[in-house]
């Protein structure tokens, strides 16, 4: 079995050494994808779970006013389930959103709309973000791969936190399921996405404690393997972040046999684990 993998990695990357170029995923293409992954996963779920006992262990603010900074904030679906639980500990949320890309801020703004929590957006990168506001969870949720550099960002969100604030970061571990995105982001753009070791060992060499927890998830790709099925294609697209629909049915089939070597049957369908690493970092005071 790990010998084929391995095979299959090797097959995989003699394909894309032979492409000329790779285009990335549109904006638009991007958030229809990343939706249809994030719901054939049951890893959502679980990072919510995680954050009601983050919230639990954690000391809250006096006033239970929950100033929170979400870097990469996607659409908005997980921020405002996470806003929930902050709400359900008996507290009011003011939540700050970070991202790049327009499409995802429109959606995350109408998600908001009609919440009884208070919201500001940012439409760019982290980089360029300014505030005076001093947040008590500054938490980046599957976003730090695509950063140039993380040791800014990660001193950057420490500077913008209250006294007793954390920054909490949920990042893949570089397993299976990722190595196809890593592949095709060498790629894309020259260079390795991060992972959670890396993040890990930047926040360990900070000054103040980390803590870390891996959840374990899976996502169901059974659609993948299906005809023509656009739910499949979606899925397949954010899986290795590229538009395969551009790709020669040939590397698509290396792609797709890739994917099979590492899935598992369960359910009626084929699953693949889909882990991530819940980090916490405090600063000493
Ligand atoms: C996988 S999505 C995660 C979205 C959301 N946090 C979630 O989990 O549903 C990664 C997000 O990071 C954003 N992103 C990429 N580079 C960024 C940067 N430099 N600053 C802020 N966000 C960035 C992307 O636009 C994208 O929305």
């Not at 801020?105 to 982290?126: C, D, K, L, Q």
């Not at 980089?127 to 040791?151: A, G, K, N, S, W």
């Not at 570089?174 to 196809?180: G, M, P, R, V």
Request: aromatic share 10%; with cysteine.
């Amino acid at each position: 079995m790990v010998q084929k993998t391995q095979r299959l990695r090797a097959q995989l990357n003699r394909h894309l050494d032979g492409l000329e170029e790779l285009d990335e995923l549109s904006d638009e293409r991007y958030h229809t994808t990343h939706e249809r992954f994030e719901s054939a996963s049951n890893q959502r779920e679980q990072i919510l779970q995680w954050f009601e006992r983050f919230i639990a262990e954690n000391n809250s603010p006096d006033n239970r006013h929950f100033e929170l900074l979400s870097v990469g904030c996607g659409g908005g679906v997980m921020d405002r389930k996470i806003a929930e639980v902050f709400a359900a500990s008996n507290g009011s949320v003011e939540l700050t959103g970070v991202d790049p890309n327009p499409e995802h801020i429109t959606a995350f703004e109408s998600i908001f709309s009609n919440s009884p929590h208070r919201v500001h957006t940012y439409t760019g990168s982290f980089d360029d973000f300014q505030t005076d506001r001093r947040f008590d969870v500054v938490y980046f949720l599957h976003c730090l791969y695509y950063f140039d550099q993380i040791e800014p960002a990660l001193a950057r969100a420490a500077d913008c936190l209250r006294p007793g604030g954390s920054v909490v970061v949920l990042q893949a571990p570089n397993d299976d399921l990722n190595h196809l995105a890593d592949k095709v982001w060498h790629k894309q753009f020259d260079q390795s996405a991060w992972f959670s070791d890396d993040i890990h060992q930047v926040l360990q060499s900070m000054d103040g404690e980390t803590r870390c927890k891996r959840i374990e998830a899976s996502v169901d790709v059974t659609a993948c393997f299906e005809h023509e099925c656009t739910a499949g294609t979606e899925l397949l697209d954010f899986i290795v972040q590229a538009d395969t629909r551009r790709f020669s049915s040939a590397f698509r089939r290396t792609i797709l046999d890739s994917l099979r070597a590492i899935c598992k049957p369960a359910k009626g369908g084929l699953r693949v684990a889909h882990p991530v690493d819940a980090m916490v970092y405090t600063p000493q005071h």
